[in-house]
């Protein structure tokens, strides 16, 4: 198998920005609704399940997403719950002070996923 190597899509106006390092630094931002959620997370899919790595911190600050790209947000965090190669999971779940949706999809994430740390960072 070839070693994997950093990850790095530029954000668009219906894509985010994805950089994901083969460290464990990952990060996803901006707008997630592209056309086909499945076909734009299914790269990422692939990576985090080739990832080998002890610690993993995943910064998210979506702005906004979609129904699609929400289902498939959290079954990327699955996925890395599901690594075991990776033993620390870490989520930095950035939402907008008064946007209490995107909270509360980092809440529901959270209560359904058992191996991962999340921590809630607000701005205006």
Known sequence: ???LENLHF???AS???VLFKTNGKLKMAGKAIPDNAIAFFEPLFMWIENLV???VVLDISLEYMNTSATMQLFGLL???EEN???HEITVNWHYEEDDEDHYDTGLMFEERLT???FNYLSFV
């Open 15 to 17: 894509s985010p920005e």
């Open 84 to 86: 075991c190669s990776i």
């Open 53 to 55: 790595c002890e610690k």
């Open 78 to 80: 699955r996925m890395l």
């Open 10 to 12: 530029e954000g668009s």
């Open 1 to 3: 198998m070839n070693q």
């Open 115 to 117: 191996r991962v740390k």
